[in-house]
């Protein structure tokens, strides 16, 4: 079985987006600059953003983290979103979810300018993406990190059936609706599935690339997959692990040790989807630096 290696790609990308930025900043004297906003002291976002803002700098894009009480007040995020909308350094905008409950998450999205939304949350940037305005939106990084993989393992899927578990906006909508695109990397016939789904075997064991975004460890067991069939995982889940100093560790949403066995290619937890994430995250952004620049 191939194991899908996102870490190597995405070590691979980060390169390629390091040489990117130098030639930004020869053309033009400037550098991307991402802006993330932390709400709150939620420590697993704490984490997330620091990997964001140390992947940044190691690449050369500068990158700033504004941070705010978790009494904020959702005019006040609101009003700082817009002053960045305004900020001609400022190329990428990210609010780190999820926010506390009194602010109004779809009213922060869509305080964001689309053109700076490297997150690829706006109604807009979704729209764009449904009617297959690739070249013209930001893809949410999380899908756009799967397509990456596909593309760099010259995984086929022209006319595949892929099946996908779970309808976030964040994850499983958008992948859905970018594997149904006509494109090199997709162009797939393309089945979602959901808690409401009757009988999720009967779908996924039809499916030649299996995509599971759901949030439940061990899910997807060998049973429920089509020998030969390609498995992404997107899944982060802690479970308990007395094994290890930290008391858990980190799983997918597939049983890996028996999917391995029935499957022909496979992404890992860790090391798979989740490192891809954060480097779709740093193309978005160049992306946005190119397109504000005309390059
Ligand atoms: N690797 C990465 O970079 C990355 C990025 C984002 C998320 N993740 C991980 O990916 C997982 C999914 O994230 P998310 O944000 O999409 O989660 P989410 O918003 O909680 O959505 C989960 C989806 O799974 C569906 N689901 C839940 N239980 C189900 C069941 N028993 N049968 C069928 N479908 C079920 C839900 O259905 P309903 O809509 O019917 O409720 C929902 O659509 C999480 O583990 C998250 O940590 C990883």
Same mark, same amino acid.
């Not at 700033?64 to 400022?90: C, F, G, Q, R, Y």
């Given at each position: 079985?191939?194991?899908?290696?996102?870490?190597?790609?995405?070590?691979?990308?980060?390169?390629?987006?390091?040489?990117?930025?130098?030639?930004?900043?020869?053309?033009?004297?400037? #550098?991307?600059?991402?802006?993330?906003? /932390? =709400? &709150?002291?939620?420590? %697993?976002?704490?984490?997330?953003?620091?990997?964001? $803002?140390?992947?940044?700098?190691?690449?050369?894009?500068?990158?700033?983290?504004?941070?705010?009480?978790?009494?904020?007040?959702?005019?006040?995020?609101?009003?700082?979103?817009?002053?960045?909308?305004?900020?001609?350094?400022?190329?990428?905008?990210?609010?780190?979810?999820?926010?506390?409950?009194?602010?109004?998450?779809?009213?922060?999205?869509?305080?964001?300018?689309?053109?700076?939304?490297?997150?690829?949350?706006?109604?807009?940037?979704?729209?764009?993406?449904?009617?297959?305005?690739?070249?013209?939106?930001?893809?949410?990084?999380?899908?756009?990190?799967?397509?990456?993989?596909?593309?760099?393992?010259?995984?086929?899927?022209?006319?595949?059936?892929? #099946?996908?578990?779970?309808?976030?906006? /964040? =994850? &499983?909508?958008?992948? %859905?609706?970018?594997?149904?695109?006509?494109?090199? $990397?997709?162009?797939?016939?393309?089945?979602?599935?959901?808690?409401?789904?009757?009988?999720?075997?009967?779908?996924?064991?039809?499916?030649?690339?299996?995509?599971?975004?759901?949030?439940?460890?061990?899910?997807?067991?060998?049973?429920?997959?089509?020998?030969?069939?390609?498995?992404?995982?997107?899944?982060?889940?802690?479970?308990?692990?007395?094994?290890?100093?930290?008391?858990?560790?980190?799983?997918?949403?597939?049983?890996?040790?028996?999917?391995?066995?029935?499957?022909?290619?496979?992404?890992?937890?860790?090391?798979?989807?989740?490192?891809?994430?954060?480097?779709?995250?740093?193309?978005?952004?160049?992306?946005?630096?190119?397109?504000?620049?005309?390059?």
């Amino acid at each position: 079985m191939l194991i899908i290696d996102g870490k190597k790609v995405s070590l691979d990308l980060k390169n390629e987006l390091k040489a990117s930025v130098e030639s930004c900043q020869a053309a033009t004297g400037r #550098v991307p600059g991402l802006t993330v906003i /932390i =709400v &709150g002291h939620d420590p %697993a976002s704490q984490v997330y953003v620091r990997n964001k $803002a140390k992947t940044c700098k190691e690449i050369g894009m500068i990158s700033s983290v504004i941070e705010m009480a978790a009494d904020t007040t959702e005019k006040h995020l609101i009003d700082t979103i817009h002053k960045l909308n305004n900020d001609p350094a400022v190329h990428g905008i990210l609010v780190q979810q999820p926010l506390p409950k009194l602010i109004d998450e779809f009213a922060v999205t869509l305080a964001i300018d689309p053109s700076k939304d490297v997150d690829g949350f706006h109604p807009e940037n979704l729209g764009r993406l449904v009617m297959g305005h690739l070249d013209k939106c930001f893809v949410s990084c999380t899908p756009y990190g799967i397509l990456e993989l596909l593309s760099r393992y010259n995984i086929e899927t022209r006319g595949k059936h892929c #099946v996908v578990v779970g309808r976030s906006n /964040i =994850v &499983g909508k958008p992948m %859905a609706n970018l594997m149904l695109q006509k494109l090199d $990397a997709t162009n797939c016939t393309v089945t979602i599935c959901h808690s409401a789904t009757k009988n999720i075997p009967f779908y996924t064991q039809q499916a030649d690339i299996l995509i599971a975004a759901i949030g439940k460890a061990g899910f997807i067991t060998a049973d429920m997959v089509k020998p030969g069939a390609v498995v992404i995982d997107v899944g982060i889940n802690r479970i308990e692990d007395a094994a290890t100093k930290s008391g858990y560790r980190l799983v997918g949403d597939v049983d890996y040790e028996g999917v391995s066995a029935v499957a022909s290619a496979m992404t890992p937890v860790p090391g798979g989807v989740g490192p891809m994430t954060i480097a779709m995250l740093l193309k978005n952004t160049l992306q946005s630096f190119q397109r504000i620049n005309g390059l």
